[in-house]
């Protein structure tokens, strides 16, 4: 029997390839189940515990699906007497075939089941109903645990309306559930509606879905101190190296030499700078495998800026660099607000005509990084310091925040069932403009402080964080409108 100070356990059960463990692993948060288009993948069942803060929220069964299941319901029509024994009898089969091949994969699916576990029933809306589901429905039923069916869609038919009348015979509730696409909100509905199921998992699960939510929020935060971390590290960056000073003196092909490596090294640092981060917000969001297609942030020093191949390159789009190019500030008493809320002008042509003389005027066509330098070492007369960078654009901090906002964002939407690459094209709208004055004014106030390479203070960093913050809200608010 199952103490009332257990944690919620569920069998995610059905069909053979309908989805069981992409559900377990979008509501477990475990990208490293195996899901994959041919049937019989699961072939044991396996638990996965929920944990947050080293506590366990609830547990999810993955089963492999069922075989043979008008044979189990013949055995249990002539082994069951009356309804009332049918749990009984359920669990007479289960025991008396556990060694027996045949049954193998029954045995495994409904073993939790009798051990207490409630019941999670997947089916495919994109194929039409059939009854040949009915005898595994009437198997379940028959466990006599609290019961829902989801209708998960993998194919692009909607078949949804003939499910929902059949599986309401069989569970006690029905829901649509897409374990790729369902928004996190989808998840806290799942577990509530298990709430009404049963009465003693009614407090576990709300109680759940609490820790859900302030772990999304604390992620979200955390996210943003990720973020504000490395852009203070790319923006500051500095090749240093120390070398006798016989070698590269000024004007010789040493110092050209010695110049082109260090700015090769300072390109390699930036893109694993980059890198790291984008690996930290995927661990903090428990994404252990995500195959990413995102250019690397790999422009040659000679790149145009503002080039149509470096925009693809980079992934930004041409309007998020015009706007990034100004950022809050002022141009000559023009500031961004003129720029976009001109409408006797177009908002658009002005944006692309500036755009042009932003990146030869304001900022030269190439990503300025501080030339090499040479300063002698104090204390060690025949030894100097090379140095090269930091970068000198406050763009480069711009596009470093775009790329992290908008793959922070991919991920934090992202659910565990989740197995296609995750790709980062450049998107033409942008999201910058939608941010209020004051974070924008603090973000470049911010990367105004890094160009001159000043150290942040305690407080400006914290209000760096706190305007990554605002663009994560931003950037989350702006695609909700825009895909709206
Ligand atoms: N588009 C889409 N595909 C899905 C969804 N759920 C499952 N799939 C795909 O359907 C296939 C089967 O998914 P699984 O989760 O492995 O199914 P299963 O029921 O566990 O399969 P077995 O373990 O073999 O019984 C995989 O190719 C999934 O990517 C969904 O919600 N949307
Ligand atoms: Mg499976």
């Known amino acids: 029997m199952v103490s009332t100070d257990q944690t919620p356990v569920f069998a995610v059960v059905g069909h053979p390839n309908r989805g069981k463990s992409s559900v377990v692993a979008t509501l477990s948060q475990n990208d490293r189940i195996a899901i994959a288009l041919e049937p019989g993948t699961t ?35 002539s082994h069951s007497l009356s309804a009332s024994d049918r749990p009984d009898t359920v669990a007479a089969f289960v025991h008396q075939h556990r060694d027996n091949p045949r049954f193998r994969d029954e045995c495994e699916l409904l073993a939790p089941i009798i051990d207490g576990a409630g019941i999670i029933y997947v089916v495919d809306g994109s194929v039409p109903y059939t009854a040949e589901q009915e005898a595994e429905m009437t198997i379940l039923r028959w466990t006599g645990q609290p019961s829902l069916a989801l209708i998960n869609r993998i194919g692009s038919d909607d078949h949804t309306a003939s499910w929902q009348s059949a599986l309401g015979q069989f569970f006690q509730i029905v829901r649509s559930f897409d374990a790729v696409r369902a928004p996190f909100e989808q998840h ?54 120390t070398l006798p000073k016989n070698l590269a003196t000024p004007g010789s092909d040493s110092r050209e030499a010695l110049e082109a490596r260090l700015r090769e090294r300072w390109y390699q640092h930036q893109r694993e700078r980059e890198e790291k981060l984008r690996k930290d917000v995927e661990a903090l969001y428990q994404h252990h495998q995500i195959a990413r297609q995102e250019a690397a942030l790999s422009w040659h020093h000679d790149h145009d800026l503002f080039s149509e191949e470096t925009r693809r390159a980079w992934a930004v789009s041409k309007t998020y660099l015009a706007t990034a190019g100004f950022g809050a500030g002022a141009v000559g008493g023009v500031g961004i607000d003129a720029l976009t809320l001109g409408h006797s002008l177009g908002a658009g042509a002005l944006i692309g005509g500036l755009l042009g003389a932003a990146g030869s005027y304001f900022y030269g066509d190439r990503l300025a990084i501080r030339a090499l330098s040479l300063g002698s070492l104090k204390g060690a007369g025949d030894l100097q310091t090379a140095t090269f960078g930091p970068v000198q654009d406050l763009q480069f901090g711009y596009i470093v925040l775009g790329r992290a906002v908008d793959h922070w964002w991919h991920i934090s939407q992202r659910n565990h069932a989740g197995r296609d690459p995750l790709e980062l094209p450049p998107s033409e709208s942008h999201w910058l403009e939608t941010l209020g004055a004051d974070t924008r004014k603090a973000l470049q106030r911010a990367l105004t402080r890094l ?16 305007a990554v913050q605002s663009a994560l809200e931003g950037y989350n608010r702006w695609r909700l409108e825009s895909t709206a």
């Open 188 to 241: 806290l509905g799942l577990l509530k509606a298990f709430g009404q199921l049963r009465p003693d998992w009614e407090q576990p699960l709300e109680a759940a879905t609490g820790f859900l939510t302030r772990q999304r929020e604390d992620r979200q935060w955390r996210s943003a101190q990720l973020i504000t971390e490395a852009l203070i590290g790319m923006m500051t960056h500095q090749e240093s190296r």
């Open 451 to 466: 160009r001159k390479n000043r150290k942040l203070n305690q407080g400006e960093q914290q209000e760096l964080e706190a």
């Open 43 to 77: 072939r044991e069942s396996q638990r996965y515990p929920l944990q947050v803060d080293g506590r366990t929220l609830y547990t999810l069964v993955d089963t492999p699906g069922f075989q043979r299941p008008r044979r189990v319901l013949e055995w249990l029509e």
